[in-house]
C-alpha cells in the first residue's frame, strides 16, 4: 500500500517592515528624526522532501513501524517553530562594517520584532536554533578576516544535531521617509538520513554509525558550503516497535501480488540509525569503480560473539540542505552491509506463510549505495579495498 504523495515545504519567512522613516539617509547624530526601528515579522514554512522521501521508502503497510518510529525521531529535526534568532547588520555604504547584532528568543512560528537601526543600505545574515545545537556557532560576526559564518566546532567526532539549524541573507535598503517591507527567507541549513537494516541473516548484538564527508562551515552570505574538517557526525538508535498485522497479508493486497524485496523474509525486528549534520558536497572528483563516491556512512555491527564488522558504505547521492535521506540495506551473516540480497529474498519455508503467487523480481541494488568496504572482526587502524 503506498501512502499519500506529499511534499512538505520548509523555510523561516521573515517579514520586515520600516516603520515611517523621517529625513535621514546616513548615521548622523545630530538628526534627531533618525528612525529608531523596524519591525520584523518572523514566519516560519519548512521547505522539505521528507514527507515525500517517507512514501518512496517507506510507503508500505508493512513499513508503519518504521516510518512511525521515524516520524517521532524527526519531529525535533524538521520543526514549524525555533527556539530563537540571531540577525547581524552590515552597513554598504561603510565598507560592510558591522553596525548591530540582535538576539531574539522566538518559540513559535511566527513574533514581531523590533530592530533599532538607522536608515542605510544593509546586508543582513541570520541565524536560528543556535541555542539548541550546541555544536553549531555563528562566527566572523564582525567581518573582518573571514566571512560571517555558521561553523561546527572542530573535533573528531560530534552527536546529531538534535533540531534544524536555520540561516538567512538579505539585503535591506532603509530609505528615508518611506514605509518599506521586506521578505527574508530562513532556510534549513542541515539534513538528516536515516540508514534501515534487514537483519534476519545476522545475530546482531548492537550497531552504530557515523557519517562522513559533510560540511563543517556554511558561509552564509555567500551561500556556501565548506569541507575542511572532517568531523565525523554520529548517528543515533531509533527503536522500532515491531509490525503485529495478519502475516497473510505480508506479501498481498487485495489478491494481487504486491512484493516487497525488503520485507518478503523479515522475522526479525529491522534496526535503523539516523543522524543530523551539515548536508554533503553536490559532486565529488572521487570515484568507486565507475560510480562517484559523495559522502560515507561508517556502519559498526557488534555480532553476538562480539567481534565488530566494520563497513565504509559509499554513497553517491548527495545529502541536500532541509532533505531527508532514507537507505535501506542488509546485514550478512558476518556483519557485512549489502544494498541487495545476494539471492532473492521469496522464501515461504523460513518466512511467513505467503499464498501462491507469480515468482519474485531479481533484487535490485539501492543506486544511491555505489560501494562497500567490509573489515571483519575489525580493530582501530584496520582498512581495506571497497567493493562494488
Known amino acids: 500500500m503506498k501512502l499519500r504523495q506529499l511534499l512538505t515545504i520548509c523555510s523561516l519567512d521573515l517579514m520586515v517592515m520600516s516603520s515611517t522613516l523621517t529625513g535621514c539617509g546616513l548615521i548622523d547624530e545630530k538628526q534627531n528624526e533618525c528612525p529608531e526601528e523596524i519591525l520584523m515579522t518572523c514566519v516560519l514554512n519548512l521547505v ?11 510507503g508500505s503497510e508493512h513499513d508503519l513501524p518504521l516510518r512511525a518510529a521515524l516520524e517521532d525521531y524527526l519531529t525535533k529535526v524538521f520543526i514549524n517553530s525555533v527556539n530563537d534568532v540571531d540577525m547581524v547588520f552590515y552597513d554598504q555604504r561603510h565598507r560592510g562594517k558591522m553596525i548591530t547584532t540582535q538576539h531574539e528568543i522566538m518559540n513559535a512560528e511566527q513574533r514581531v520584532f523590533e530592530v533599532r537601526i538607522p536608515a542605510s543600505d544593509y546586508r543582513m545574515a541570520g541565524a536560528a536554533n543556535l541555542s539548541v545545537v550546541p555544536t553549531v556557532t555563528l562566527e566572523n560576526v564582525e567581518n573582518t578576516d573571514a566571512p560571517v559564518s555558521l561553523i561546527q566546532k572542530k573535533g573528531e567526532k560530534h552527536p546529531s544535531h538534535p533540531t534544524a539549524v536555520f540561516s538567512a541573507r538579505q539585503r535591506m535598503l532603509i530609505r528615508d521617509r518611506e514605509s518599506q517591507e521586506y521578505t527574508v527567507t530562513y532556510q534549513m541549513a542541515n539534513a538528516a538520513a536515516a540508514l534501515v537494516l534487514n537483519r534476519d541473516s545476522c545475530d546482531v548484538k548492537n550497531v552504530r554509525a557515523d557519517y562522513g564527508g559533510l560540511a563543517d562551515t556554511f558561509k552564509i552570505l555567500d551561500s556556501a558550503y565548506t569541507f575542511d574538517q572532517h ?6 538508535r531509533i527503536d522500532v516497535i515491531p509490525y503485529i498485522g495478519s502475516d497473510q497479508d505480508i506479501s498481498y493486497e487485495e489478491d494481487i501480488w504486491v512484493y516487497d524485496i525488503f520485507w518478503t523474509r523479515w522475522k526479525k525486528v529491522p534496526l535503523m540509525v539516523c543522524g543530523v549534520g551539515f548536508p554533503s558536497p553536490n559532486v565529488s572528483s572521487e570515484v568507486i569503480g565507475t560510480y ?15 567481534s565488530v564488522t566494520r563497513n565504509e558504505i559509499y554513497i553517491g547521492k548527495p545529502l541536500q540542505a ?3 535521506m532514507i537507505i535501506k540495506g542488509w ?10 540480497p545476494e539471492h532473492p529474498p521469496y522464501n515461504p519455508g523460513g518466512g511467513p506463510d505467503i499464498p501462491p503467487g507469480p515468482e519474485p523480481p531479481e533484487p535490485s541494488a539501492d543506486s544511491t549505495v555505489v560501494g562497500v568496504s567490509v573489515s571483519l572482526d575489525w580493530k582501530e587502524g584496520i582498512s581495506v579495498e571497497p567493493v562494488l
Do not use: C, R
Open 292 to 306: 562517484p563516491k559523495i559522502w560515507t556512512i561508517y556502519l559498526y555491527v557488534t555480532l553476538a560473539d562480539g
Open 322 to 324: 532541509g532533505h531527508l
Open 331 to 340: 546485514i550478512g551473516a558476518n556483519g557485512s552491509f549489502s544494498a541487495s
Open 231 to 236: 568531523t565525523l557526525i554520529e548517528a543515533d
Open 48 to 58: 522539505s522532501n521528507k514527507e515525500q522521501e517517507m512514501d518512496d521508502k517507506l
